[in-house]
DNA sequence: ACGTGTGAACACATTCACAGCT
DNA sequence: AGCTGTGAATGTGTTCACACGT
């Protein structure tokens, strides 16, 4: 479920604060979500909770960290070292918890060789070869949108069958194969269809108001 | 619907590409959806599709770009210039339809005052009077985890109702202020999900081919 | 003939409410 | 007494399949 990523992070903030349980109550509201779909997410892995008492803080950790697939070291190349690839790269909360930049990959020759967050980056040719010797499962897209596709492609056909694309195209990519997208612009505009959905709405009523005022 | 900014990228796509009219199945595709859902999206635009012809590319684009508030320019304000606060501010994309980067604001003394994507960076105690003056509808949170609250709730104090927050902590803002979250180590938590859900089912499989092969 | 628009069937997620354990 | 775990009710989103307009 997409939201045990989330009940870890406010458990381990729990855990940072000495707590060593946690009520659905409790963890519900850190998450930002309501109990009863809590309790029914944590029931899917299992009975974890003691009732009358709650959930032991630590054993919980442990328990979504082993679901989540986080007591494994996952490595991840990164393929296009602009403004956001380099933002990845220096971004410490990946190294913290189950995840390791293997590499970094580049199609322009002047990248080649740079180091960026004390890592070499590599001409994207050696994505395969990089693929092999690092043991790569994760693959991450940050380059322009007409190169994402064929990256991905590559990706594919090394063997790597999960990507986090950050570039704004449709991927194209065989069954089995997981994309998740992440589109910075897409999220502005969601955001700019509400803000516009509230001020329609404002209008709406105060042209009712103004209505009901004559 | 959160789906209308794709298939406004791929209507764009097409408008590129000259093609006038486009049917459900086409646009679909290129979308990554099933045309029923993208006939039902649609409709609730309207009914913009010729039966037996399709839909009119340019007229489509201007109806979506309406619905979601894109002819109108929306003024965003950025909290954080860290690497991802720069990735984003040098980020052409949001230019181009509908969003004007208004405002870069940080608490680093030293970070003040310099210049990044042609902005200069203002400390973050401006940040109401700068909403004021811009007309800043949009805030971006870049900020450490620690930071990410207090400026929310700037925001939504200056007037602020739309905020993306890519600091990984639970936002709490009043009813009717939208926040959307864009959590890295997140996306990457549930790919590994995913990789070790097959890579278990790859190893249920060989075990059981493994018994029937003894 | 072709492709949209949409009721109806379906699948899935959320919420309620409470039995049952500690 | 308190809180989990879960059936039942509800809500929401997806898919099917076809009537209807062009």
Chains 1, 2 share one sequence.
Do not use: C
């Amino acid at each position: 479920m997409a939201r045990l990523p989330i009940y870890l992070r406010a458990l381990q903030a729990l855990q940072d604060r000495g707590i060593l349980t946690v009520s659905s109550e409790h963890l519900a509201s850190a998450a930002g979500v309501n109990s009863a779909k809590l309790r029914k997410d944590l029931s899917h892995l299992g009975s974890y909770g003691t009732r009358g008492v709650g959930y032991e803080v630590e054993y919980l950790v442990y328990q979504i960290s082993r679901e989540l697939g986080l007591t494994q070291d996952w490595a991840v190349a990164i393929v296009g070292i602009g403004n956001l690839g380099r933002a990845l790269a220096n971004y410490g909360g990946f190294g913290t918890r189950g995840f390791r930049i293997a590499a970094l990959l580049d199609a322009d020759p002047a990248m080649v060789g740079q180091s960026v967050a004390s890592l070499d980056v590599r001409h994207i040719d050696n994505l395969e070869a990089v693929v092999r010797s690092e043991g790569v499962s994760i693959g991450v897209i940050t380059t322009p949108a007409a190169a994402a596709q064929g990256v991905a492609t590559r990706f594919v056909e090394a063997g790597v069958a999960s990507i986090l694309n950050f570039a704004p195209v449709v991927l194209n990519v065989p069954d089995g194969v997981d994309v998740r997208k992440v589109d910075l612009s897409i999220e502005l505009q969601i955001l700019a269809f509400h803000a516009q959905r509230r001020a329609d709405g404002d209008g709406r009523n105060a042209e009712r108001a103004g209505l009901e005022l004559t």
